[in-house]
């Protein structure tokens, strides 16, 4: 692979950029002096998924439903349990040690937290130049050069070249940390709750910046999130995560207009959404809590809190079933609820300036926060 260049991904064919096969991470819960196994933590247990290039692909579900798990396990930080995962039609077990190197250049990711993923001993250049030093050829010039210009594409300029982590805002790190994630041009970018940890004002600002970047950089994503609002003005497609399980995926329009899984309408019906013909009665309340995964129920997982729930839902889990465009995990489909417009939640990512202006923009909002 040679310097700042690309790796081919073909948007062409139709195969998957990454592909989960039946992929399971499970964690050993141990006890006593002795640390014997008591149990098993089944964190994802069993996700199918496909990634498509060009894809904004988001993992949505309550917290504890294995959505950073599954993350780390598809990055590669975590060999799973079970289950092929595989780039480009290449399971990740067999490709070879340069191959899984040049891997990562290939992956990257956004964290949560931009303050605790940045070294607050180097400065901004220190940081974003890091991948480059490691993983290119290329001459200090050339890498400074190459710094420069991706502090312009996220719109901080090269004054912030020299400054320290702790002397930026939350959003101006963020953007520091998708200099560096984008330094390589990876392929893929793994976006875990890239805006959560920031203030709402600069949230859309972000996902703005990550909107336009991924046209720039020919990018696909798989961001995890818990926040409807930034999945349904920002995603392209969606999965939903149950206990461990991906039980509803879809397009975001199908998934938003006609939500076809119990849990996935209830997950839509609690969306805030500024619309004066909303009533309380379009939201549907679930009773109890998701279980642990380390005692994850019989059958289908969500049978115990689903309001259609027959004997026979406690019984067998079931598998994908096509249903108009959807792929469902429920044996007992239910006709969409009139679950009320879900238009105009406050996250705007689709990119309204002209290209003209863009730096300008950029730096302005940068400089903003
Ligand atoms: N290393 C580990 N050892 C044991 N259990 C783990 C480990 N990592 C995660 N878990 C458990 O696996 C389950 C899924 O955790 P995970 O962090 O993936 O969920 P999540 O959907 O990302 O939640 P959140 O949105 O709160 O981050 C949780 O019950 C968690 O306690």
Do not use: W
């Not at 004002?201 to 972000?206: A, D, E």
């Not at 009139?338 to 400089?367: C, K, P």
């Amino acid at each position: 692979m040679s310097d700042f260049t690309h790796a081919d991904a073909d948007s062409t064919t139709g195969e998957p950029l990454l592909q989960a096969r039946d992929v399971k991470q499970h964690y050993p819960i141990k006890e006593g002096i002795l640390r014997r196994q008591t149990g098993t933590v089944r964190a994802v247990d069993g996700v199918d998924i496909d990634i498509y290039p060009g894809d904004t692909h988001a993992i949505v579900g309550e917290s504890g439903c294995g959505k950073s798990t599954l993350l780390e396990t598809l990055l590669g930080l975590e060999e799973p349990t079970d289950g092929t995962i595989s780039y480009e039609g290449t399971p990740f077990s067999d490709l070879s040690g340069s191959e899984k190197r040049a891997l990562k250049s290939e992956i990257q990711i956004v964290f949560q937290n931009p303050e605790s993923s940045l070294d607050p001993r180097n400065t901004i250049g220190q940081i974003i130049s890091e991948p480059l030093h490691l993983h290119t050829d290329a001459s200090t010039r050339e890498i400074d050069a190459r710094v420069v210009s991706l502090l312009d594409d996220v719109g901080l300029g090269p004054r912030y070249y020299g400054r320290y982590p702790h002397e930026l805002s939350g959003g101006q790190q963020q953007r520091v940390a998708i200099a560096r994630a984008i330094s390589l041009n990876p392929t893929l970018l793994f976006l875990d709750e890239p805006t959560s940890a920031l203030d709402v004002s600069v949230q859309s600002k972000i996902l703005r910046l990550l909107d336009e970047i991924k046209d720039e950089y020919d990018l696909t994503y798989v961001m995890v999130t818990h926040d409807l609002s930034v999945v349904r003005h920002f995603a392209t497609d969606v999965s939903v995560m149950y206990l461990g399980n991906i039980i509803e995926k879809a397009t975001t329009d199908a998934l938003f207009t006609d939500p076809k899984h119990p849990y996935t309408q209830a997950l839509i019906s609690a969306v805030p959404v500024p619309n004066p013909h909303h009533t309380a009665e379009n939201d549907i309340t679930l009773p109890g809590t998701v279980p642990e995964p380390s005692d994850p129920p019989s059958g289908c997982r969500f049978h115990p809190r689903c309001p259609i729930a027959t004997d026979e839902c406690a019984e067998d889990f079931p598998d994908f079933e096509s249903h108009e465009g959807h792929d469902v995990r429920c044996i007992r489909i239910p006709e969409a609820e009139d679950l009320g417009s879900t238009e105009g939640s406050a996250v705007n990512a689709s990119g309204e300036n002209s290209r003209s202006g863009l730096s300008a923009t950029r730096r302005e909002e940068a400089r903003q926060e």
